[in-house]
């Protein structure tokens, strides 16, 4: 079956590292499915030079008005921008972002037409205290908090294998995305994909693949890389 690869820019490329990155990305060749999230302010020139769909990194839940910085589900969609990432780690770290904040972003989301893609996923201290499954499961449902979405995208990514180059044992994917699995098919009515996200490249990409229920992947710093990427997505 066909794979999704999210490509997460986060707040990496100057413009003419994008142009040259664009170029390159569109030559390769695959039958999966690539969605392209660079920073915001390239995501109009990627539309005019890329026929991969896009996806934003974020944007803020109120359709306009006085926000200095911020960018709307709205504005998005009025660049028809398909995809938002929402709820990051990084963003719920970084920005403390709620979950509530979260919960009003994917509202915004969905009035909007976009899919979002729904960043969860445990501390390693939570998962220590073995509080890995319940705080998931919270995730999930107060993100969805009175929404009545036609499909998401839910991503795991244990916070402790962002970045780190660690992902987690085939036993501990294995049981959380089958968790994720049960909770959205018992809870909800709604089409959805699952994508494991941490430390993906291209010496680790077979085996995450491997575990059942896992629809694709998205992918932080090797998605930088053309060559890795070109090694991940041919896999
Ligand atoms: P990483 O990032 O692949 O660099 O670990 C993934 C992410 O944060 O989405």
Not at 33 to 41: A, H, K, M, N, R
Not at 93 to 103: H, L, M, P, R, T
Request: aromatic fraction near 8%; charge should be neutral; include cysteine.
């Amino acid at each position: 079956m066909n794979k999704l690869y999210v490509l997460n820019h986060k707040m990496n490329l100057q413009y003419e590292e994008l142009e040259i990155y664009l170029k390159k990305l569109n030559e390769l060749s695959t039958k999966n499915q690539i969605i392209l999230s660079p920073s915001t302010l390239y995501l109009d020139y990627c539309r005019k030079n890329t026929k991969y769909h896009l996806c934003a990194q974020n944007a803020y839940y109120q359709e306009k008005g006085a926000y200095t910085g911020e960018v709307s589900f709205k504005q998005l969609k009025s660049l028809n921008i398909k995809y938002a990432i929402i709820g990051h780690s990084e963003r719920r770290n970084i920005f403390k972002e709620s979950d509530e904040i979260i919960n009003e972003k994917v509202k915004s989301c969905i009035q909007n037409g976009i899919i979002p893609i729904i960043c969860i996923g445990e501390s390693k201290e939570e998962r220590n205290n073995n509080n890995h499954l319940t705080k998931i499961e919270k995730q999930i449902t107060s993100s969805l908090e009175q929404t009545t979405p036609k499909e998401v995208i839910i991503a795991y990514e244990p916070i402790w294998s962002i970045g780190t180059g660690t992902i987690p044992e085939k036993e501990e994917l294995t049981q959380m995305i089958e968790h994720i699995h049960n909770i959205l098919t018992t809870n909800y009515n709604i089409e959805f994909k699952i994508l494991y996200g941490g430390s993906v490249d291209d010496t680790n990409i077979e085996q995450i693949l491997k575990i059942n229920y896992i629809d694709g992947v998205l992918i932080g710093g090797a998605s930088l890389k053309i060559d890795v990427l070109k090694n991940i997505i041919n896999k």
